[in-house]
RNA sequence: GGUCCCGUGGCUUAGCCAGGAUAUAGCAUCGGGCUUCUAACCCGAGGGUCGGGGGUUCGAAUCCCUCCGGGAUCGCCA
């Protein structure tokens, strides 16, 4: 169904364009943009001033003035303001709007894309835990899965699991001479042997060799040095499974590096690359030219020995997934950018569908950059286990007459919460440095606020049906909804479904997530301002319960979108 | 050194791609508000050379050039 939002603007449009055709003017840039002076904006009267030769004010008086709205408009009032057009909603646009949330329920916002859509997300490699880097790219792909989804699209969401690279074959070769400690949650043990091996072979290079072997009787099928590596993934895959878990993250399928190598599909998109005439021998190694695409430097897709590399079994992936998705994304960090780049040159060059990349910056810690290897990171499973040990602490003293077991939901509720917000609210491009007493920060307007507002909801609405104030099926007046915040929550509400469209489009998640705040801090500013169970007017209160049911809807849709759960209490 | 990303009040940050109305919020600071639906809230105040300098334009945080600072990357790692 068409957001309203977008129809507003649809009907803004015919109508400038009308008033346009009257005056005998023409333009095909109407400058129409939201504003804070209005719902809608329109410069146009600055596109039209130089045509005209006359002053930018007194051509929107004149385009004012010619408008002609039609009967049912959502267009409310239109006047200039200098040269701004400003136009707001009507009465018929906030009516329908609270009607369509109060119908719609969880599907509002929603549902106006379709298609298939395959989206590749975190895939670290299984050489240890995730840490608190890593899960920018987790909360960044959900984020984008749940608005993808929520946008209408059919999304199956892949980890691409490195089961065959150098650090695997490092992690192999380390079981054979460290202790494992199956104590410890997997992915942690599979870190420790790793980090010694990579101090052995740091201090001891001729053991390289021993590595390089390995990846050769992978690559051509040794049996028993292919169970010893698939064991080592499997145990670092199921401890990252857990940590994904933890925070509302799933995924459908975890293809594995080696299929495409023994389906045959990487020695095909070899071939495939070589028949395009743009490959050339470089000292044994197997080297793609892509100078016509920009890059400068050539990319090898086939080593001296003969084995195959992350990028060449990357493209038989990628080529593999443009057969089944109309759209392809795949969320990567900021050492991707040149490969991505060189990847969707390639696949153009065979002629197969591209990727859309969603890059996003490091995260780095005081000291550095983090790295597994050096056993430099900060696990996620350290910052999820302090961020709800800080959390537990605040619901214990805000609510402690509540049993255990409220606390101990809410806690993991609100520290999971401010974790994915605190990510997904910064734009991707921004590199952060990692700083535990920020992290951990429940002072911040994040998560908890849109929260708490979700909870405040519901309480309103259960001590209204508790004390028989409030009936589902009642038929509000919505016409007495003229309060300035009731207003504004309703215009808020009705922007849900435009934000999941821009999201959708533009693959850009922090968005919604300012969007959220803004819809609780609408609701919250309501609150503070009219009486609602106690309202007086038993017609004013109806319209009022039905106004929080429906910041209650918008509110969980949103949080849903984010990834974070909403509380009915807390 | 080449290429890409970032640089916005003390700190974090939106807006930049599609240039226009007093530059957006949060944290922190200061002041006000709980006999009234959970104050994890609301209202208000102070605080900004939009990294520096040029240019394009009637108009630049936004586009172009240049310099400075930070991050990423520059073939047989992923």
Known sequence: MLSLFLDFKRQVTVALENALYTLGLKTDDLGLEPSQHADIASKVAFRLAAQTKSNPMEIAERIVAAIELPENSLIGEIITVGPYINITVGRNYLEKTVKRITQEQESFGGGFCNGKILIEHTSANPNGPLHVGHIRNSVIGDTLVRILKKAGYEVDTHYYVNDMGRQIAIVSWAFSRFDFDSSKKPDHAIADVYIKANALLNEDPGKVSEIDKLMQLVE??????????????????????????????????????????????????????????????????????????????????????????????DLAYHEWKGKYGDRIIDVLGADHKLISGQLKATLNSIGKPEPEVVIFEFVSLPEGSMSTRRGKFIPADDLLEQIEQGAYLEVDRRRPQMPEKFKKEVASMVGIGAVRYDIVKVSPEKSTVFDWKDALDFEKQ?????????????????????????????????????????????????????????????????????????????????????????????????????LVNCARIVLANSLDTLGIDAPESM
């Open 220 to 313: 051509n099928g040794d049996q028993s040095t292919i169970k010893s590596f698939d064991d080592a993934v499997a145990l670092a895959i199921s401890g990252i499974k857990q940590t994904l878990l933890r925070m509302n993250i799933i995924h459908d399928s975890f293809p594995h590096e080696s299929s495409f190598v023994r389906s045959g599909a990487v020695f095909r998109i070899i071939e495939e690359i070589k028949a395009t005439g743009r490959t050339k021998d470089d000292n044994g190694a197997l080297v793609v030219d892509l100078s016509d695409y920009g890059f400068e430097k050539t990319m090898v897709i086939q080593r001296s020995d003969g084995t195959s590399l992350y990028t060449t079994r």
């Open 446 to 546: 994040g998560a908890p606020f849109i929260q708490y507002s979700h909870a405040r909801a519901c309480n309103i609405l259960n001590k209204a049906q508790d004390e028989g104030k409030w009936d589902m099926g009642y038929q509000a007046d919505l016409s007495l909804l003229t309060e300035d915040t009731e207003v504004s929550l309703i215009k808020k509400m009705a922007a849900f479904d435009s934000i999941i469209d821009i999201c959708a489009r533009d693959l850009k998640p922090h968005t919604i997530a300012v969007y959220a705040r803004e819809l609780a801090e609408a609701f919250n500013q309501f609150y503070r301002f009219v009486p609602v169970v106690s309202a007086e007017e038993e017609n004013i209160r109806a319209s009022r319960l039905a």
